[in-house]
């Protein structure tokens, strides 16, 4: 009985019971060796050596699977295609970035204010009613008038669902998943953004293709930041979830009072510090992206060459990702 697992048991109220035991019994093993490893530690210190390497957790983030495609720092071969891709010539600032913001066809009530958001948060970002254009005469347009990328904002049942990002003159294009969009007026104690143009921080895009998109998000931004502004853009990728913040770093003066001691008999006195104390306040909007395709050239549904496409039979694994 006691090898036998709960879900091998076909009675309900019989099933609960093991399985309660079974994980009162591992709360029980759990305690007794965090009271081992403390003993040790207390006996460490005493003897005046160091205490033993606390074991590291297992996460499903340092359990992945294997990928061949994660860059190294070493890889040359990646750093010779940086020199010669799409966004090179805006990373390298020998270009200024111009975004072209519009909707599709029905847009809802949260998508002017999502896109009013975005225009305070892109540098040199205009926004042009969608109207009756096909996305391909957009895209001619756009190149005509010398932008570098276009962003389509989705909506679906009155509320922003996916964003479409193309790159030009010659792509590519990301289609993002929309989610969990909260815009500036609901975040309590937000700030307002200034227009200087913001510090971009970028983390854990650790695949050939989580480096592609990371580079594709990059080009929509200005390269040379205003630190003055104390502006800054997150772009955090965790289990394939982007998760974008739009915070401003804060400077406060406090001051704090230290008691000094005069001697026997004599009052203390009371010595004002001031202390500098740096906060975040954010700004706003937060929302999260997931990757569903990214795709060679402009937007083409019908003839169109993908790159990456995500397929339900992708997600058979909880350990697998792919940016």
Same mark, same amino acid.
């Given at each position: 009985?006691?090898?036998?697992?709960?879900?091998?048991?076909?009675?309900?109220?019989?099933?609960?019971?093991?399985?309660?035991?079974?994980?009162?019994q591992?709360?029980?093993?759990?305690?007794?060796?965090?009271?081992?490893?403390?003993?040790?530690?207390?006996?460490?210190?005493?003897?005046?050596e160091?205490?033993?390497?606390?074991?590291?957790?297992?996460?499903?983030?340092?359990?992945?699977?294997?990928?061949?495609?994660?860059?190294?720092?070493?890889?040359?071969?990646?750093?010779?295609?940086?020199?010669?891709?799409?966004?090179?010539?805006?990373?390298?600032?020998?270009?200024?970035?111009?975004?072209?913001?519009?909707?599709?066809?029905?847009?809802?009530?949260?998508?002017?204010?999502?896109?009013?958001?975005?225009?305070?948060?892109?540098?040199?970002?205009?926004?042009?009613?969608?109207?009756?254009?096909?996305?391909?005469k957009?895209?001619?347009?756009?190149?005509?008038?010398?932008?570098?990328?276009?962003?389509? $904002?989705? +909506?679906?049942?009155? %509320?922003?669902?996916?964003?479409?990002?193309?790159? *030009?003159? !010659?792509?590519?294009?990301?289609? #993002?998943?929309?989610?969990?969009?909260?815009?500036?007026?609901?975040?309590?104690?937000?700030?307002?953004?200034?227009?200087?143009?913001?510090?971009?921080?970028?983390?854990?895009?650790?695949?050939?293709?989580?480096?592609?998109?990371?580079?594709?998000i990059?080009?929509?931004?200005?390269?040379?930041?205003?630190?003055?502004?104390r502006?800054?853009?997150?772009?955090?990728?965790q289990?394939?979830?982007?998760?974008?913040?739009?915070?401003?770093?804060?400077?406060?003066?406090?001051?704090?009072?230290?008691?000094?001691?005069?001697?026997?008999?004599?009052?203390?006195?009371?010595?004002?510090?001031?202390? $500098?104390? +740096?906060?975040?306040q %954010?700004?706003?909007?937060?929302?999260?992206?997931? *990757?569903? !395709?990214?795709?060679?050239?402009? #937007?083409?549904?019908?003839?169109?060459?993908?790159?990456?496409?995500?397929?339900?039979?992708?997600?058979t694994?909880?350990?697998?990702?792919?940016?």
């Amino acid at each position: 009985m006691k090898d036998l697992l709960p879900s091998a048991i076909k009675n309900k109220e019989k099933r609960s019971e093991v399985h309660a035991k079974l994980k009162h019994q591992k709360k029980l093993e759990k305690k007794k060796k965090a009271k081992v490893r403390e003993a040790a530690e207390k006996q460490a210190l005493e003897l005046g050596e160091e205490p033993p390497a606390r074991p590291i957790p297992r996460t499903i983030e340092n359990t992945r699977e294997l990928d061949e495609t994660v860059c190294k720092p070493d890889d040359e071969e990646l750093f010779a295609g940086n020199d010669a891709d799409e966004f090179s010539c805006i990373l390298k600032e020998e270009r200024t970035p111009k975004v072209l913001i519009t909707t599709s066809r029905f847009h809802s009530s949260r998508g002017p204010a999502f896109i009013d958001e975005l225009i305070s948060v892109i540098p040199n970002a205009h926004y042009h009613k969608r109207g009756t254009y096909d996305l391909k005469k957009i895209v001619e347009y756009a190149n005509n008038k010398d932008f570098t990328s276009i962003i389509v $904002v989705h +909506t679906n049942r009155r %509320e922003p669902d996916a964003l479409l990002v193309i790159g *030009l003159p !010659s792509g590519p294009t990301a289609h #993002f998943k929309l989610s969990k969009l909260v815009l500036r007026k609901d975040i309590k104690n937000h700030g307002n953004p200034t227009n200087h143009q913001p510090e971009l921080v970028f983390n854990n895009f650790t695949t050939r293709l989580g480096h592609r998109i990371g580079r594709l998000i990059q080009s929509l931004f200005p390269q040379d930041p205003n630190f003055r502004g104390r502006r800054v853009v997150t772009f955090h990728n965790q289990r394939d979830f982007i998760f974008f913040r739009h915070h401003r770093y804060i400077f406060e003066t406090k001051e704090s009072k230290e008691p000094q001691s005069k001697g026997k008999g004599k009052k203390e006195e009371a010595k004002t510090q001031e202390k $500098v104390i +740096t906060r975040l306040q %954010e700004c706003g909007p937060r929302f999260t992206l997931k *990757l569903i !395709s990214l795709q060679h050239g402009t #937007f083409d549904t019908k003839g169109g060459e993908y790159e990456w496409t995500h397929k339900p039979e992708m997600d058979t694994s909880r350990r697998r990702f792919f940016l």
